[in-house]
């Protein structure tokens, strides 16, 4: 049988939505300002040249922390105790919690120290039209697979992106707090209740919701790196990524390809021998 590569598949495969537009969905997006807005309308290749001449002048760093099995584990459990419910609690929502609380608490601390101002306070939200100056909630972004929650569908052809966006609100002023185990676990459980969020209703309108603004892709790549209360998370711990073999053994270490893209962490599984997950961080 064929391979499919278009998108158009899942649109097809996910019914029109029965709802408006979640609310939630719209705060997904970075606002849109005038920077953006004029990248979209140039041609592709201008464009293309001026996202590029953006990323080839930001000032990146790229981290990778360990994460042991026996710690994962332990925070894992300490989370299902406080919240003392039946509730399943996944490594993805304690690694996600474990993340979110680590870099707002850094990237927080870093804006207080370096605030913008004089003019630049007035432009930066003005022309780049980042978030407002004194937001409330941090926000977090994971990619969701959304393959197995299509009842009914079937993309066992279909290879290319099948994941949509979903999306964590925590209020700035609980991660600001000791990162106490009781801290984890309300974000942990906010993790879950996202996760389990992503219903029939919530894939129908990320994928057919509606049309979205001309520049709407491009904000992340434009103005994440301005957007201090945002991460965005993937997870690819639970890939079989070490049993590749070329002929040479399996790889030695795995970690995601060198990205200009900043405001980015995603979870790697760490060598057998090792254990754990290894969480590459890459910020501006």
């Not at 939200?125 to 407002?132: C, Q």
């Not at 009842?151 to 099948?162: C, D, F, I, K």
């Not at 990162?179 to 993790?191: C, H, M, N």
């Not at 001309?214 to 790549?221: E, G, I, K, T």
Request: charged letters at 20%.
């Amino acid at each position: 049988s064929n391979v499919v590569y278009s998108r158009s598949i899942l649109q097809k495969a996910v019914p029109t939505p029965q709802k408006p537009l979640l609310s939630e969905l719209y705060k997904m997006y970075i606002p849109g300002g005038y920077l953006s807005r004029l990248v979209a309308w140039v041609s592709p290749g201008i464009r293309g040249k001026i996202v590029e001449s953006i990323h080839a002048s930001a000032d990146i760093s790229i981290s990778c922390f360990h994460v042991s099995r026996e710690t994962l584990d332990q925070l894992r459990q300490s989370v299902k105790t406080i919240s003392a419910t039946d509730q399943r609690i996944s490594d993805n929502d304690v690694l996600m919690a474990a993340i979110t609380i680590a870099y707002a608490q850094s990237i927080l601390k870093h804006k207080s120290e370096h605030p913008d101002v004089g003019l630049a306070s007035w432009l930066k939200p003005t022309l780049l039209g980042s978030s407002s100056k004194n937001p409330k909630n941090f926000v977090t972004v994971e990619a969701a697979d959304i393959r197995h929650r299509i009842p009914n569908a079937n993309l066992e052809n279909y290879s290319g992106n099948s994941a949509i966006s979903m999306m964590m609100l925590n209020p700035i002023e609980l991660l600001q707090m000791p990162a106490s185990p009781e801290v984890l676990t309300q974000v942990a459980l906010g993790v879950r209740k996202s996760t389990e969020g992503v219903t029939s209703e919530y894939i129908a309108q990320s994928i057919n919701g509606g049309d979205a603004e001309s520049d709407v892709v491009l904000r992340p790549l434009i103005y994440k790196a301005r957007v201090a209360e945002r991460l965005m998370a993937t997870n690819f711990s639970r890939f079989t990524l070490y049993k590749t073999d070329f002929g040479w053994g399996i790889p030695q270490f795995v970690a995601p390809a060198n990205t200009k893209i900043p405001k980015i962490a995603t979870f790697f599984p760490a060598h057998p021998s090792k254990g754990g997950v290894y969480v590459h961080l890459v910020d501006s």
